[in-house]
Structure formats: structure tokens, C-alpha cells
């Protein structure tokens, strides 16, 4: 079991930044992963990192402004956002998944979520 707490959110200007923290706790052998979902959208892959921080993917729309991290001491995952724009609104959550996976359906365990709200 992996219980997964984001935090973190919060309303921006655009061109601003916010970091994300996914603070994990039990079985944390696994790669972690963000998604967002804006209203009326699908939840879509954002980025995600293996358990030894080695590996790390991007979506094309956050690649250059975002950057995920990890800190194993203190279980937990980190997701600095910068240069935000308006269409990075939505709810973003950190899951927890055994493989490096994209899809939302390969993941395991997920949090509650977080808002983020960049406004114009």
C-alpha cells in the first residue's frame, strides 16, 4: 500500500511559478507520477520519476517549464512549475505506479489532488 498527499496548489498570474509536493508513505518502491485534469478534459500524463530519480519523462506541453524531483529521505516527490500559462489550470495529482508507465490506468495509487489555477 502507498498513500499518496499532495500539496502545493494555488491561484497564479502567467509567467508565474508554484511547486507541488506529493509527500508518500508506505511502499514507496514505485515510480511516481503527475497528472493534471482540467474540467470537461481527460486526465493527462504530466511528468514522472523512477524510485532512484534517474529517469525522468515530460509532457511536450509542460517540457522546458516544469521539473519533477524526488528526495527518498523524506518520501517525496516534487514538481516545480515554471512560466505557468493559463491552459495549466486544472487539478494535479501525484500517483504512484511499478513501472514507467504514461497512462493514468497504469497507476496504483493516487492522491486526493491538488488545484492550480493560472490566471490571465
Known amino acids: 500500500q502507498v498513500q499518496l498527499v499532495e500539496s502545493g496548489g494555488g491561484l497564479v498570474q502567467a509567467g508565474g511559478s508554484l511547486r507541488l509536493s506529493c509527500a508518500a508513505s508506505?511502499?514507496?518502491?514505485?515510480?511516481i507520477g503527475w497528472f493534471r485534469q482540467a474540467p470537461g478534459r481527460e486526465r493527462e500524463f504530466v511528468a514522472h520519476v523512477t524510485w532512484s530519480g534517474s529517469s525522468t519523462n515530460y509532457a511536450d506541453a509542460v517540457k522546458g517549464r516544469f521539473t519533477i524531483s524526488r528526495d527518498n529521505a523524506k518520501n517525496t516527490v516534487s514538481l516545480q512549475m515554471n512560466s505557468l500559462k493559463p491552459e495549466d489550470t486544472a487539478v494535479y495529482y501525484c500517483?504512484?505506479?511499478?513501472?514507467?508507465?504514461?497512462?493514468?490506468?497504469?497507476?496504483?495509487?493516487w492522491g486526493q489532488g491538488t488545484q492550480v489555477t493560472v490566471s490571465s
Open positions: 500517483a504512484a505506479a511499478r513501472g514507467l508507465y504514461f497512462l493514468h490506468s497504469d497507476y496504483d495509487y
Open positions: 508506505g511502499r514507496t518502491f514505485y515510480t
